[in-house]
């Protein structure tokens, strides 16, 4: 049996995920990591991204997180994320909708700021469509 360690994930509206898990898989803003117990202590910016959990079963579950900040011990893991969703909590048509207007947005030339804000919704919305799609078996967009 794998060491296991304590893993949460709050957002402003909920607890997300409390539990002791065997690893965690994200995307921080310079990379993919991996957080398996006895990690090295730190702090770092989360991206969207799939948020892979690999539970005390060692069954893998995938969800999707918003931008956030995770802290890592030794013995536990904390993500502070703007918004976390189980595939089965994401609404796919207001996904889809989403990541249409923001390509539309990016392809029209615009402002600078514009141009920030529409990339960081494609990005919010492409994940959510990955997480709803690998648990309903979906092709990708």
């Given at each position: ?11 402003p509206y ?10 965690i ?26 948020l892979?959990i ?13 931008e956030g900040i ?12 703007d918004?976390a ?57």
């Amino acid at each position: 049996m794998a060491t296991l360690f304590r893993f949460e994930v709050y957002t402003p509206y909920r607890l997300f995920f409390a539990d002791s898990v065997e690893a965690i898989v994200l995307t921080l803003m310079d990379g993919e990591a991996a957080i398996y117990a006895h990690h090295s202590t730190f702090s770092a910016p989360v991206s969207p991204c799939l948020l892979k959990i690999k539970d005390k079963n060692e069954n893998w579950k995938t969800a999707f997180s918003a931008e956030g900040i995770l802290e890592v011990t030794s013995h536990k893991a904390v993500l502070v994320s703007d918004t976390a969703e189980w595939p089965s909590e994401i609404d796919y048509e207001r996904a889809a909708k989403a990541k249409e207007r923001a390509s539309e947005t990016l392809a029209s030339g615009m402002l600078k700021f514009e141009a920030v804000t529409a990339a960081a919704s494609l990005k919010r919305a492409t994940f959510r469509i990955k997480a709803w799609e690998l648990e309903h078996k979906k092709p990708a967009l």
